[in-house]
């Protein structure tokens, strides 16, 4: 009884955000569907007929690779923002409290800035006679400007370093808020410090892990413009064909098409975290 | 408490991420003369913006940075009609907003010759009247009677663009006449393009003796086998900036439009400008007034102004494209006369404009494109 009363009343409290929820995310999500089968019009606009078209394109060749594209991309990235985000969290979170603010706050700075700019920035080390060429001759590495800007590895960097942060906070969180004591109970009954972290520490910061996995795995399908800037467009993700589909071909309807599947595709990442861990709510966001 | 800053920081990083995506298509400026313009593609949503045709101002509808900021005042001062310089980033939004507006809201549009065709077929221009245009005679009648507008009731030309190559003769070995050259393989990893899909397998139709516009899809599969051999030499591929890396020697040659031409010779003079001899595709840009605008006698006005000879000279050497005005052509000054003003030799019968293609053609050509990049990736 009194339960019913309160649900009603949060009801009522909750009433604009379900009507913002609706408005401004179900609502467009409904209509992309809804546009994802339609017809496109000649050269611009959109017919009312429906069609399974927009799909069966999809299994063109050039489409599927560009799907296959995104998630090796999103593999490569998700790989070393672990290898180098893991361990960084996990020492943050054993620094002393000042050292541990003072290094937060050194990884978000940055994060301030607009991320455009940011991958400007390597623009400028990798470019021809640039920074890191210029380092690499000083050392007599090279003798000539290498061509490190506009290839697939300038696309991994620059990806890595938009995403790494996520990593490192929620793994930071995780670890954080750990009880130690477990770990010293574990070392006391003679565990060598290796398998006191594969049995303890490994599977109690393992929700921060896999939202920073996440965090990153997902992002990293739809950030097109790392690969327009530090790619030089060559490298065809998903993002870059919704793009141009909306904006040049005018294919709205294939454009719509592959939006639904990407979320799906996003939709399954989550749903592969939440199996795996057995958590629903993201590390660190709540 | 830790968590909790935790959960802000990582926020405030979303935000920034989610920042980047949205600037990252285009570097817009802000508006030129207009405060009250900024929001970058603002819509005149005010009321003062809004004002009616008696409060004289003008609603200018076009890209960030068309005009020199003083030819702009020079207008407000001599006609009081105050401009109200409102900007989008692709001609795409100007139309998707020109619709949703009933072809309102704005007095002048400026937007690429392809769009043009739509907004006029879509009934969203209105016919001007040449009796308030005095200096409608000083139009270049090479850029009149183009497919958009075959009987130029509906626009006027403001600049004109072609796509040239231009290359770095220190870096490159070979002279460079035309398109068919830059398939040849020293210039392997070291060629730049523009990100205009039309544009560059136009190239190929090119070089193949077919026309940029054809709705034919054997000719189509022919450039597609033909582009799929340059990929190799592609080194990059986009729109904005290419010139910087032509003058940073990034790329040692470059397909590029003409505004982006101008930037680089004067830069760096010793780079060398190939008209190919397949020859040109060009574009043109052209004012047109909406049909229902609020204040169409300001926009007649302003097009006037624009044409006058000084007028227009100022504001091509400022915008960098050709000069669409004939009687201006004499009034541009030497620095920039090789880029704004036809070559004399020029041959009307070797331009050709890129126009609205079937949607089965133009299905097939972003097919084409997808793939082309697919491989120059590899």
Redesign the interface.
């Known amino acids: 009884m009194q339960g019913k009363r309160r649900s009603r009343g949060n009801a009522a409290i909750l009433a604009p955000m379900y009507l913002f929820t609706v408005i401004f995310l179900i609502g467009p999500f409904v209509y992309m569907i809804v546009l994802s089968f339609l017809t ?5 606009g959109i017919v009312n007929t429906f069609t399974l078209r927009n799909y069966q394109k999809l299994l ?1 060749p ?2 599927l ?2 799907f296959g ?1 995104s998630i090796r991309l999103a593999v490569y990235v998700t790989a070393l923002v672990v290898l180098i985000g893991y361990p960084f969290g996990y020492f943050m979170a054993k620094l002393p409290p000042k050292a541990r603010g003072g290094l ?1 706050l050194v990884v ?1 700075v940055p ?6 700019m940011r ?1 400007y920035g390597w623009i400028i080390i990798f ?3 640039g920074l890191f060429d210029r380092l690499l001759m000083v050392l007599h590495l090279t003798d000539a ?1 290498l ?1 490190l ?2 290839t ?1 590895p300038a696309v991994v960097v620059g990806m890595v370093y ?1 995403l790494l ?2 990593m490192m ?2 793994v ?2 995780s670890v ?2 750990m009880d130690w004591q477990l770990v010293e109970a574990a070392r006391d009954m003679g565990a060598p410090p290796a398998k006191a972290f594969l049995t303890i520490t490994l599977p109690l910061s393992l929700p921060g892990l896999m939202t920073g996995v996440t965090l990153t795995f997902v ?1 990293s399908m739809g ?3 790392v690969a ?2 530090l ?6 993700l998903i993002g870059n ?1 919704i ?3 909306l ?5 709205w309807p294939f454009a719509a098409a592959l939006s639904v599947i990407l979320m799906l595709m996003m939709s399954l990442t989550v749903w592969l975290y939440r199996r795996v861990t057995g958590v629903s709510e993201m590390e ?3 | 408490m830790k968590k909790s800053l935790a959960l802000l920081l990582a926020l405030a990083l979303c935000v920034s991420l989610l920042a980047g995506c949205g600037s990252a298509k285009t570097a817009e400026q802000p508006s030129v003369t207009q405060p009250a313009a900024e929001g970058n593609e603002a819509e005149p949503a005010t009321e003062e913006q809004k004002a009616p045709a008696a409060a004289g101002t003008l609603n200018l509808y076009t890209w960030a940075d068309m005009f020199d900021p003083e030819v702009l005042a020079g207008f407000e001062e001599e006609t009081g009609i105050r401009i109200n310089y409102v900007n989008f980033d692709y001609d795409e939004t100007m139309l998707a907003k020109l619709e949703a507006a009933k072809g309102g809201d704005y007095d002048l549009v400026i937007a690429d010759d392809y769009i043009i065709e739509t907004v006029i077929a879509e009934g969203l221009a209105q016919k001007l009247d040449r009796e308030k245009i005095s200096n409608f005679s000083n139009i270049n009648p090479i850029y009149q009677g183009q497919f958009y507008d075959p009987t130029d009731e509906y626009t006027v030309p403001y600049g004109s663009g072609v796509q040239t190559i231009v290359y770095d003769p220190a870096l490159v070995d070979k002279e460079i006449t035309g398109y068919a050259d830059l398939w040849d393989e020293s210039f392997a990893d070291s060629i730049a393009i523009t990100a205009n899909y039309r544009v560059m397998i136009g190239m190929a139709l090119k070089v193949l003796g077919y026309s940029y516009n054809t709705n034919n899809l054997d000719e189509l599969q022919e450039a597609a086998e033909l582009m799929y051999k340059l990929a190799p030499n592609i080194r990059l591929i986009k729109d904005d900036f290419v010139q910087d890396d032509l003058i940073s020697g990034e790329v040692n040659t470059a397909v590029m439009y003409t505004s982006q031409v101008t930037i680089a010779k004067i830069t760096k003079p010793s780079l060398a400008v190939v008209y190919p001899k397949e020859g040109i595709g060009f574009g043109i840009m052209g004012m047109f007034i909406p049909s229902q605008a609020p204040n169409a006698d300001a926009a007649h006005a302003f097009i006037d102004y624009i044409l006058r000879p000084e007028v227009s000279a100022r504001s091509y050497e400022y915008l960098g494209y050709y000069c669409t005005n004939q009687a201006a052509d004499a009034l541009i000054s030497d620095e920039y006369k090789e880029f704004l003003v036809l070559p004399a030799e020029f041959r009307a019968e070797d331009m050709e404009m890129i126009e609205n293609i079937s949607a089965e053609a133009a299905e097939k050509q972003a097919d084409i494109w997808a793939q082309f990049k697919t491989l120059c990736g590899q």
């Open positions: 496109r019009a000649e050269t611009w063109e050039v489409y690779h560009s594209e937060l978000m994060f301030y800035t607009s991320s455009l991958l470019r021809a006679n400007p061509k800007l506009y697939y938009a942060p996520f906070l929620s930071y969180s954080e808020k992002p950030l097109f413009f327009d800037i790619g030089g467009n060559k490298i065809v064909v793009q141009e589909q904006m040049k071909v005018h294919d660190g966001f709540v």
